[in-house]
Structures are given as structure tokens and as C-alpha cells.
């Protein structure tokens, strides 16, 4: 099969989408990279641009028993959804059966109980770009 760079889907309840900590992951080895070129580093402020845009600020994702939902949150440290759709950044969410919801609490209890839906793992990426930025800023 031909490698397109067309989206696809993983497991079930991961589709297609915009990805924030898999998006963080590559952020943080491109920084990495000595001399980037100046395509990786176009992408590396594309990529810091859309994680400062797609921040939720002002909630927080608590578990309990029957699974997580976003709390007001004053002031707490920005979190991410897992995925978002593309072309809209708006959170996703999808269960074992494919299907994609616009809210957590929608999934069964075992999709809602089982993965990380909101984390702050991109915060690591940012704050890594606020450094970064300095030794290569946007031409």
C-alpha cells in the first residue's frame, strides 16, 4: 500500500484527526534537531500556533466513578483533547463502535473509564517552543 500522508484512523475509537500529544511528541524531536530546516521549522510554529489555539483554559478533567468530564477550573494549567477534528479544532471523541462524539460523557463507560481524552502533555511542547522560538524565530 502507498504512503499518501492522508490521515487515518488507529484503533477504533481513534480517528482520523488532529492529534495533540502525538502533534506534542513530534514537536518536542523536531526542537531536537541541530539545524532544522526551514520547512521543520515552519512546522514547528504551525504546530506551537495551533496547540496555543486549541487550549482549554479554565476547566479540568476529573475522573470519577462512571468516567471523566471537564470541571470549571479557574486559573488551572491548560489541557488538551486527545483528538480534534480536522479542519475545525473541535474536540472528538470516539467509542469501540467507531462512532464520534462531540462530548466524553457520550462514550460508554469503558471508553470513558479507559483512555486519556484531556491531558496537559502538550504544555511540555510549549514550553520547550518558548525556548526554542528565541534560537529560530518565524522568518
Keep these: ?9 488507529g484503533r477504533n475509537y481513534e480517528p482520523a484527526a488532529q492529534s495533540s500529544s502525538e502533534s506534542s511528541s513530534m514537536m518536542l524531536f523536531l526542537m531536537r534537531l541541530p539545524k532544522p530546516s526551514l520547512a521543520m521549522a515552519n512546522a514547528i510554529h504551525a504546530a506551537a500556533a495551533w496547540l496555543q489555539k486549541t487550549a482549554i ?62 491531558n496537559s502533555v502538550p504544555q511540555q511542547a510549549l514550553d520547550r517552543y518558548a525556548q526554542w522560538s528565541v534560537l529560530h524565530p518565524l522568518p
Excluded: C
Design 57 to 118: 483554559r479554565d476547566k479540568a478533567y476529573e475522573r470519577g466513578p462512571d468516567g471523566g468530564r471537564l470541571t470549571p477550573a479557574s486559573g488551572g494549567k491548560a489541557i488538551w483533547a486527545r483528538f480534534y477534528e480536522i479542519g475545525t479544532r473541535r474536540p472528538i471523541f470516539a467509542d469501540r463502535d467507531k462512532s464520534i462524539h462531540d462530548n466524553v460523557e457520550e462514550l460508554s463507560r469503558e471508553r470513558r473509564m479507559g483512555y486519556s481524552w484531556y
Design 1 to 9: 500500500m502507498p504512503f499518501t500522508l492522508q490521515p487515518v484512523a
